[in-house]
C-alpha cells in the first residue's frame, strides 16, 4: 500500500515520477483515455484508480513497453496523431491489443480504441496504422 493523500489519483502518482510523462491528465472523469496504462497486464484508466489502492501491483505507462517501434512508426508513416494528446493512451491500447490478438480486423481495432478519444485524427488514421503495424509482412492481410 502506498502511503498517500487516499484521494490521490494513480495518474497524478504517475505524472510525479520524472520519466513517465507519457500518461496524460485529460478528462480526470475516465473519458478520454488519454492516461490509460497497464495494470498488471490490463487496460486501465489511471484517473479512475486510486493511488492507495496500488500494492505491489505492476503499473506500465508508454515508457515501460517493449517492442512497440513498429506501432509508433507506423502511426507516424500513417499521420495517426496531429497534437499527440492522446498517442501515448492509444499506443498503450493498440500493443495490448496486439499482444493478445496479433492480426486483428479493423473492426476489432476499432472496438478497442473505442475508450480512447482524438479530437484531431478522425480516428481511421490510427485504425490504419494498427492494423499496418499488426500486419507487416502478413500475407493474409488486405
Ligand atoms: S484523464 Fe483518464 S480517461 Fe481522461
Ligand atoms: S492527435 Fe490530437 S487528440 Fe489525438
Do not use: W
Request: aromatic fraction near 2%; hydrophobic fraction near 40%; include cysteine.
Amino acid at each position: 500500500m502506498i502511503d498517500t493523500d487516499p484521494r490521490r489519483l494513480l495518474i497524478e502518482l504517475i505524472r510525479d515520477e520524472p520519466d513517465a510523462k507519457g500518461a496524460r491528465v485529460g478528462c480526470l472523469t475516465g473519458d478520454c483515455g488519454a492516461c490509460t496504462v497497464l495494470l498488471d497486464g490490463e487496460v486501465r484508466k489511471a484517473c479512475l484508480v486510486l493511488a492507495a489502492s496500488i500494492d505491489g501491483n505492476d503499473v506500465r505507462t508508454i515508457e515501460g513497453l517493449d517492442a512497440i517501434e513498429a506501432l509508433q512508426q507506423a502511426f507516424v508513416s500513417h499521420n495517426a496523431f496531429q497534437c499527440g494528446f492522446c498517442t501515448s493512451g492509444m499506443l498503450v491500447v493498440a500493443a495490448d491489443l496486439l499482444a493478445r490478438n496479433p492480426l486483428p480486423t479493423k473492426d476489432e481495432i476499432r472496438h478497442a480504441i473505442s475508450g480512447n478519444l482524438c479530437r484531431c485524427t478522425g480516428y481511421e488514421p490510427i485504425v490504419d496504422a494498427i492494423h499496418s503495424a499488426a500486419h507487416a509482412g502478413d500475407a493474409r492481410s488486405g
